[in-house]
């Protein structure tokens, strides 16, 4: 289903983008400030895994967050593999929340006994690119999103 957000709508824009044309047969003029967006379900929606990551080399500490959207079936049980160079870390499966599955992997111990995996200090690697790359699983291990990050050092 497609739609359409405006501040003035065209007269047959909406009849246009659901049915292909206006009933003249002409095509709907939008202008500048029109925003189309092309929306569909959840259940069609592709899911994704944003990956967001730190290194510091103060502490030295190690921090990756995935997170996984618009997942198929909701409610379904998920885990996150990451791999940063030659290492990688897999987090436990988890139940979706709705569409949704939160991942976190970190050196800190106080994040550990909060519930992110463990990881060591020094598991980031990095390197010219994307540091860390990060998928999604279903409980049957097949991968149904994937990302990558290039880390924010502090």
């Known amino acids: 289903m497609r739609s359409i957000t405006r501040s003035i709508l065209a007269p047959c824009a909406l009849l ?3 049915l292909g044309g206006c009933a003249d047969g002409t095509a709907p003029q939008l202008g500048l400030g ?10 069609t ?6 990956v967001r990551c730190e290194v510091r080399s103060d502490g030295p500490r190690s921090k990756i967050s995935v997170d996984g959207r618009n997942l198929s079936p909701a409610g379904g049980r998920y ?3 990451v791999q940063s ?8 499966r988890q139940t979706a929340v709705g569409d949704e599955a939160e991942f976190d992997f970190d050196s800190n111990p106080n994040d550990v006994a909060a519930g992110a995996t463990a990881i060591p200090a020094d598991f980031i690697q990095v390197v010219e690119g994307d540091d860390v790359t990060a998928q999604v ?7 149904v999103a994937s990302g990558a990050a290039d880390c924010r050092a502090r």
């Open 16 to 18: 246009a983008f659901s």
């Open 34 to 43: 029109d925003v189309v967006s092309d929306s569909t379900s959840d259940s």
């Open 45 to 50: 929606s592709a899911a994704t895994a944003r």
């Open 79 to 81: 885990f996150a593999r």
């Open 85 to 92: 160079g030659a290492n990688s870390a897999e987090a436990p």
């Open 137 to 143: 699983l279903d409980d049957s291990g097949t991968v």
